[in-house]
């Protein structure tokens, strides 16, 4: 099966071609970094208008790479949400137009769920149950996925998700956008034992997560501390190396020790550790070491699979179309749009038979 996937979700413009839902034909991604940068963060009208620009040539641009025409594709699958409406927009009406104009079925995908798909390429198949971290710009949850398609978030973010609080402190401290790769790169230079930052606790004793106290800590200090933030073009000073790489490394610790926490209380038979932020070596390496603690195998995307991409789109709706699923002309975007369709009760989840993606 030969699956057309659009993701358009927030400022990534995407398009891919993917067989079968396990190889990749074509990925096409166009990123409007340049446009936001200049503001620190996506700017939702620009957004949108550069995903109209966009999604025509990107989408030929996809099957010219495949090097199949439009009418060899047996299914279109896009993003419907969670997102900034006016992009999901673009994508949804565009891919409605194509499977009316094509004759072709057309399935909705949820964001968060291409994530979670984002594994699928190239690794071994997911032994479930599954437990997802995904970790972006705009997510952080932990999954339980008892089967494939079946979803209960045991974790959230109560505040900031980590990839936004990345972002919000590395423009506190004059380091540009998007702050993730950027605040990798001078870490490694970095003493992540420079400043210590608490974990935050939750009153309620929840596997949830908290990235505004963090953020707020980072501000304190560097007001305190009278740190200058990086002025443009400059190599950043060591004080913000070593507040970078502190910073860092309490991020990491708060998403690995929550998904360890939670894999302990799930028995989880493959951990999944994706979205963007899941391009972070530190993160990797400390998911990795957690998984050997655990017994169980860790799956990561490659980083261009980390990131916003159409193939993780594709890969889900491969599975909705090969089930039969088929949405109406009435396929619209959801922006608050929520992955979870369980429940149950925990100890009915873990008597669930294991089953292979
Ligand atoms: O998944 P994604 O492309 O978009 C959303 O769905 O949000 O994730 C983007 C986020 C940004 O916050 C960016 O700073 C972060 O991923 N990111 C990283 C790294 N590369 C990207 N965070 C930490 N380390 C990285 N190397
Ligand atoms: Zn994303």
Redesign the pocket.
């Not at 972006?136 to 997510?139: I, K, L, T, V, Y």
């Given at each position: 099966m030969l699956a057309l996937g659009i993701e358009t979700?927030?400022d990534?413009t995407a398009a891919a071609v993917i067989r079968d839902g396990r190889e990749i034909v074509s990925s096409v991604i166009s990123s409007q970094i340049k446009t936001h940068a200049r503001f620190g963060g996506v700017v939702p009208e620009l957004a949108s208008r550069e995903h109209l620009d966009k999604i025509v040539p990107i989408v030929d641009e996809a099957f010219t790479r495949a090097n199949v025409t439009q009418n060899d594709i047996d299914g279109i699958a896009v993003t419907i949400g969670p997102g900034l409406v006016g992009s999901l927009l673009v994508g949804v009406s565009y891919a409605k137009a194509m499977a009316f104009a094509l004759n072709k079925p057309l399935v909705g995908v949820n964001?968060i769920e291409g994530?979670i798909y984002s594994v699928c390429f190239e690794n071994p198949p997911v032994e479930h149950p599954a437990l997802a971290l995904i970790v972006?710009?705009?997510?952080t949850n932990i999954f339980y996925v008892p089967t494939p398609g079946q979803y209960k978030v045991v974790s959230r973010t109560r505040d900031d998700?980590a990839?936004?609080a990345?972002?919000k402190v590395a423009k506190m401290l004059g380091l540009g956008y998007?702050?993730?790769?950027i605040?990798?790169r001078l870490a490694r230079e970095g003493n992540s034992k420079a400043v210590k930052f608490a974990l935050p606790r939750m009153g309620d004793n929840r596997p949830d997560f908290s990235f505004s106290g963090l953020k707020t800590a980072v501000t304190k200090y560097v007001r305190e501390s009278g740190l200058q933030p990086a002025s443009n073009g400059e190599e950043p000073s060591q004080g913000i190396k070593d507040l970078a790489a502190s910073f860092q490394s309490t991020v990491v610790r708060s998403l690995v020790t929550t998904m360890e926490r939670v894999a302990k209380e799930y028995h989880p038979q493959t951990l999944i550790v994706a979205?963007?932020?899941a391009?972070?070596?530190a993160?990797r390496e400390a998911s990795r070491m957690a998984a050997e603690r655990l017994g169980v195998p860790v799956y990561f995307p490659s980083p261009h699979l980390?990131?916003?991409n159409a193939a993780m789109i594709a890969a889900a709706g491969t599975v909705k179309l090969q089930a039969g699923e088929r949405a109406g002309w009435d396929l619209n975007a959801d922006v608050m749009l929520r992955l979870q369709n369980l429940e149950v009760e925990d100890a009915e989840l873990r008597k669930h038979v294991r089953y292979r993606l």
């Open positions: 979700s927030c990534e964001h994530h972006s710009g705009g997510h998700a990839g936004e990345v972002d998007p702050g993730g790769p605040i990798e979205g963007g932020v391009c972070n070596g993160l980390s990131t916003d």
